[in-house]
DNA sequence: AAATGATTCTTGGTCCAACAAATAGGAACC
DNA sequence: GGTTCCTATTTGTTGGACCAAGAATCATTT
């Protein structure tokens, strides 16, 4: 909480520099994001009122409105009827939501994502054999099992998903482990893809454990060459998927 | 251009699920998307006015706005005044821009960051020694080259970053470089630290060049390890930094 | 006819007033 | 004390108004 107003402040957030001609929307963003650092407002405080807001920055309240909407967008206030504009956490999510929109769904991607999964999975490893615990090794069996009570597509593949994110909690990286939340939505549709054409649970279960297993003999060769070929094994049944014309059940979707 | 308006259909974009009870803005918002994507609209083209997309979808113009303001902070228009809501490619800008609010800058987040780079820029290293070719290595000169030409901190940061993110790019995964990507600013900011402690150009260009000699000699022996050094090297001078009461600074600002 | 300058019209930017809907907080009641 | 109802406040939405900037049109001049 107290860091995020460290950086706010000592960061320049904007990439682009327009010197002059800001518009009072822009401004008001702004000043209302120095009023939450002034007042040290944390999540959960309501902003005073838009009108207050209005008056307090010499804008009408369109004006202040259209502001709270950028700030909305961006998941740092979640504002609701009768109480107001309150700070939310949510920006992670909004970060999530947003970060979705700029990967495309080709088979060229299904191939760049399950190699940035390589990279970042089999990188990880030396970090997890000295580091991790019996414990954490031991969390890692709990959350593959989980698989094994899921049914459905979706279940399946979110189960996947948390077995990864588990692993990738392992190497103790927030930045790492942020990035590859990052690409939630995009890991799991390719898992569901994968799963749709052969849903197989307890052959996932059963590659996640021998995983485990590796890592638990400290094993490090067998560790990567058991993930690679994992990850590698997910993508056989996405090529095809693409041949079919995606785009006509779009636009009926409009 | 195609494959977007494929994500943007096929991927379940809000991971909250509200089922009812949207607001004219939000439904607005999911209007003009459609609209786009009906219209097989392209990068450049601009949106009906905000007359007639009030008119268009039965709503007044500040709720229009208000929606503009939304696909405006999500970098999918740019509105400039007289022609009106132009379909715009700045989304990688705006993630970027809204990724920034969530990395605080704390001794632990530096450590972090520099921690997630050794994961990332060491995991590639494998991959460079078998793919790279003698242009590939000769480009990074070229790249590290520039860091003697340019003075001050931040042009010096700036370079030392654009050799790292060449470094990165050579991994050949987009995936990975748009997260490496994301994290620019906040590395960047490191790399100022740092620099503003010791402005030593010359250094850094010596140390990266011996990276790239050892990409030449394709040891990845030497160049984990000098990676590694140089990573850490970085974190030394910015232990200090976070000494000092920040936050006053910060408030005395507003 | 072409270049140029003036005028008009369109459009986004901002603000205000009004009403509807939701609800927090208090008043009234049991 | 607890419940119910009322009211005042606040957000949600709309329409209208005005301004400034720029595009489009037209008139003037060469």
Do not use: W
């Not at 760049?112 to 090794?137: F, S």
């Amino acid at each position: 909480m107290i860091d995020n107003a460290i950086l706010l402040a000592s960061m320049a957030v904007d990439a682009g520099q327009e010197p002059a001609k800001v518009s009072a929307v822009d401004r008001l963003v702004e000043q209302i994001r120095d009023l939450v650092r002034t007042r040290d407002l944390i999540i959960g405080d309501a902003l005073p009122t838009e009108r207050d807001l209005g008056e307090l920055f010499q804008a009408g309240r369109n004006t202040v409105r259209e502001a709270l909407q950028v700030l909305k967008a961006y998941g740092i206030v979640e504002v609701r009827p009768k109480i107001g504009a309150v700070l939310s956490d949510r920006h992670e999510d909004a970060v999530r939501k947003l970060f979705a929109f700029q990967n495309d769904i080709s088979p060229a991607s299904f191939l760049d994502v399950q190699g940035y999964r390589r990279i970042v999975e089999v990188g990880i490893g030396d970090h997890i054999i000295l580091h991790a615990t019996a414990d954490d090794l031991n969390h890692l069996d709990t959350v593959n099992a989980r698989i094994l009570d899921v049914d459905g597509v979706d279940g399946a593949a979110a189960c996947d998903f948390a077995f990864h994110e588990a692993l990738v909690t392992l190497a103790g990286n927030r930045t790492l482990l942020t990035n590859y939340r990052l690409l939630q939505a995009v890991i799991t549709h390719i898992m569901r893809v994968g799963k749709a054409k052969r849903p197989v649970q307890i052959d996932t279960h059963q590659t996640h454990g021998e995983i485990i297993s590796a890592l638990k003999a400290r094993d490090r060769v067998a560790y990567s060459y058991l993930l690679s070929r994992h990850l590698e094994y997910g993508l056989q049944f996405v090529g095809s998927e693409n041949a079919r014309p995606a785009r006509t059940a779009v636009i009926s979707s409009g």
